[in-house]
Each structure stands twice: as structure tokens, then as C-alpha cells.
């Protein structure tokens, strides 16, 4: 008997809302089955940037353009080092078609149009225009001893969560690995430039990046090797990348479980998490669209698998909806489930969910937070309520989409 047949759910006389009866309606594919996107609408590509290519591919690139190898170092050490993609700075290659050997290598990827800035400074929300016009977002966060940069990796999400803003948007396109990755290089000029604000005088932590979470717009699995080519420019060392650490970046999915097992393969240990948001399938079917493909048991065993094989800590990510999923026995099936796969391999960030413009769902309120935290500790599960930092500027999770404003923004610059 598994934990979910075990457990008396049904009979607590507790409120339940679903997506469905607060006026969601599930949009199926000619199949029946809820509509996803996994494949991305064809567009325009992106032009070839340096940080699409793998390092091996460099020499054959540098015989394709005509210059020695190490000259196309030299710009990579520009670029993944010093953060700029500006000519004029790199006065090491010679004067004469330097700009056209730059423009070349580093064509520009995002356009700034907007920064929006709270936390007293030390967070900003920046929006991006690709080359297409397709709009991402970024949201850089300064915290005691680290920066973290929130990535998008699609224009929009194909994945179509009710509760989320991004889903409700669907999916525009792919980004480019490159594309993903200029987001942390313009973050780090951004702080180089001192404009991220908060540095305390006793933290003495470097001024860059140091943490990525792929939380942004998008299912970063469903644009599985764009994302391993990016994933693998920011581990691998400079001058061939941003030269951080695997255990820095946090790659996150609603469950795409073939996915995961082929992250699993990789030899890049990144902190993996698993937004699950609901223990039983009966809701999660309805709370995640993509439950109808990969139940919660097969999501959370591959969970597990990724813990055995990288020895990485698996993060469960939770939004806590009002009425919705924040059932006291609902932290006892998760509990259940968890401990059924062992011990010390996970532990839970139960986030209260952001309220949305225009959303029908708001956050679950406090005693009734702290009660399912109380009863995932109980059983033995770690579990810490995460930060909504950049809630005031609609820049936490499931908050990041593109509005008219946004759009009409875009058309200026
Ligand atoms: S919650 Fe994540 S996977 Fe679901 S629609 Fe939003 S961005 Fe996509």
C-alpha cells in the first residue's frame, strides 16, 4: 500500500478549491489529454555567439573567420571576465577589424529595456528584448554572502501551470544557450558597475554571480540542450566560461521525468529541484498540467535517483496556495512519500505563493504555513519557508511575464 492509499485525505472536512471550480479550464490537445508545449514554435534563430559554441568547437571557428585560435581566446576572456562585449575595451587585439571580428563573435543578444529596482536597491528585475522582439526577464538579488541571478530559459512556458504567469502566456520560443548565458554576463557588468545595491562593508564576498537558479520564464528541461550547453559555459573554467561552481546553479522542473534521468547522466552535479506542489495526483493532474504525462511517484523517484547518483541534495519547491494544497494532511502525504524514498536526500521550500495580477489564488496564510512546516519537520523532513524576494516588482516565481506595458516599452528601444 503506498502512502497516498494510506493516508485518510479525504475525510478532514477542510476546504478545497481546484483550478476548476474557480473558473480555470484545463485546455486539451487533439488528443485529450491537457495541452502542453514541448516544442518550440519555429522563429527566427538568434545570431551565433561565442558562448553557443562548446570550447572544442573554438578552433574550427577561428579557421572559419580567418584569425588564430588565441585571438578568439582573447575576446572569450573579455566577455566571460571582464563582462564587456564592447570593442573599444580590448586593446589587446589589433585596431584594424577588431569591430568587425567582435561583432562577429559577440552579437548583441538582449536589449535592457526596462530595470525595475526594490529591496532598497539590492534587487532589480531587468527586461530584455531578444532579437526577434520576444521578451525575457532577469532578477538579480543581492543576499548575505551571495548574488543570485533568477534565469529565464524560454520566452514564455509551455507548460500552462493555472496559477502561473508565465504558463498563461504560453510558449513564444526557446532561448539560445547564449542567450541564457548573456543574462548572467550583463548582470555581472551591472554589478561591476556598483549598480546592484546592499554591499554590507564586512562582505568581503566576490561582486559577481555567484548563484543562478533557473526559475525564471520557462521549463528549462523542455530546452534540455540549449540549457546543458549554458549549464556547461558557466561551470567550465575562464577563459572558456564563467568559471562557477555546479553546486551554484539550481536547475528546476515541474517533472519532465525523461529529462531528468538524462541530467542524471551528466557529469555536472548542479542542485536540482523538483517543483512538485502537490503530493497527490488528484490535484497535482490539475495544479501541474504535465502530472498527466509523469505522476508524482515517477517524478520523485527520478528525484531520488538524481540524489543517488549525484549525492546532491534534492530541493522540493512547494507554493502554498490558499485552500488549495496547504492541507495539514497533504504535509503528511508529502512527508510520507519523501520518507518512503529514505532519509537525508531531500528537503522542502514551501513558498507562499506570490499573489499575481489578475489571479484568482492568493497565498495561504500564515498559521496554517507554519503548521505544514511544522508537520514536514515533525516527520523528519528539513524544510525552510523560501524568501519572496521581489514580490513588489512582480519578480518571484510565477510572477515573471511580459505585460502590454512591457510591450509597448519594448517598441521604443
Ligand atoms: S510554473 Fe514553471 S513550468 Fe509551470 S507554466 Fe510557470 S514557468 Fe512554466
Redesign the pocket.
Known amino acids: 500500500m503506498t502512502a497516498e492509499d494510506s493516508t485518510p485525505i479525504r475525510r478532514t472536512g477542510a476546504r478545497q478549491v481546484r483550478p476548476a471550480t474557480e473558473g480555470w479550464t484545463q485546455k486539451l490537445g487533439t488528443d485529450g489529454r491537457p495541452l502542453l508545449n514541448f516544442a518550440s514554435p519555429k522563429r527566427g534563430k538568434p545570431p551565433v555567439h561565442l558562448a553557443d559554441l562548446a570550447p572544442a568547437d573554438w578552433k574550427a571557428k577561428a579557421e572559419e573567420i580567418g584569425i588564430p585560435a588565441f585571438r578568439l581566446k582573447q575576446v572569450a576572456r573579455h566577455y566571460y571576465t571582464r563582462w564587456t562585449s564592447d570593442p573599444a575595451e580590448m586593446t589587446d587585439l589589433p585596431a584594424e577589424g577588431r569591430e568587425e571580428l567582435v561583432a562577429g563573435l559577440l552579437p548583441p543578444l538582449l536589449t535592457e529595456v526596462r530595470r525595475l529596482e526594490t529591496d532598497k536597491g539590492d534587487t532589480i528585475k531587468f527586461l530584455w528584448k531578444l532579437h526577434d522582439g520576444a521578451l525575457v526577464e532577469s532578477v538579480l538579488m543581492r543576499y548575505p554572502g551571495r548574488i543570485t541571478l533568477c534565469v529565464s530559459s524560454?520566452a514564455?512556458?509551455?507548460?500552462?501551470?493555472p496559477?502561473?504567469?508565465?504558463?498563461?502566456q504560453g510558449l513564444t520560443r526557446n532561448m539560445s544557450a547564449a542567450e541564457i548565458v548573456d543574462q548572467v554576463v550583463q548582470a555581472n557588468r551591472a554589478i561591476a558597475r556598483g549598480e546592484l545595491g546592499g554591499k554590507k562593508h564586512d562582505d568581503h564576498s566576490e561582486e559577481r554571480v555567484s548563484n543562478i537558479v533557473f526559475?525564471?520564464?520557462?521549463?528549462p528541461l523542455?530546452n534540455y540542450n540549449r540549457l546543458m550547453r549554458a549549464v556547461r559555459t558557466m561551470v567550465a573554467k575562464t577563459p572558456e566560461g564563467l568559471g562557477m561552481s555546479a553546486r551554484g546553479i539550481t536547475v528546476?522542473?515541474?517533472g519532465l521525468v525523461p529529462a531528468i534521468k538524462k541530467l542524471t547522466e551528466e557529469d555536472i552535479p548542479v542542485t536540482f529541484a523538483l517543483?512538485l506542489?502537490a503530493p497527490d495526483d488528484h490535484l497535482r493532474d490539475e495544479l501541474?498540467?504535465?502530472n498527466s504525462r509523469w505522476k508524482v511517484d515517477e517524478a520523485l523517484d527520478a528525484a531520488r535517483a538524481y540524489f543517488d547518483k549525484t549525492g546532491r541534495r534534492v530541493s522540493i519547491e512547494y507554493?502554498l496556495i490558499k485552500d488549495m494544497n496547504d492541507h495539514a494532511w497533504r504535509a503528511d502525504l508529502l512527508a510520507a512519500k519523501l520518507n518512503e524514498r529514505g532519509h537525508g536526500w531531500v528537503h522542502v521550500n514551501p513558498i507562499p505563493l506570490n499573489p499575481t495580477p489578475g489571479s484568482i489564488w492568493t497565498s495561504s496564510e500564515v498559521p496554517v504555513q507554519l503548521e505544514f512546516v511544522r508537520r514536514l519537520e515533525e516527520a523528519g523532513i528539513p524544510t525552510t519557508i523560501r524568501d519572496t524576494r521581489g514580490k513588489e516588482i512582480d519578480g518571484a516565481?510565477?510572477q515573471?511575464v511580459t505585460t502590454e506595458d512591457d510591450e509597448e516599452a519594448a517598441a521604443l528601444v
Do not use: K, R, W
Not at 496559477?163 to 498563461?168: D, I
Open positions: 524560454q514564455g512556458c509551455g507548460m500552462n501551470c496559477f502561473c504567469a508565465t504558463g498563461q526559475m525564471g520564464m520557462g521549463e523542455a528546476s522542473t515541474v517543483s506542489h501541474i498540467p504535465v507554493a516565481c510565477g515573471l
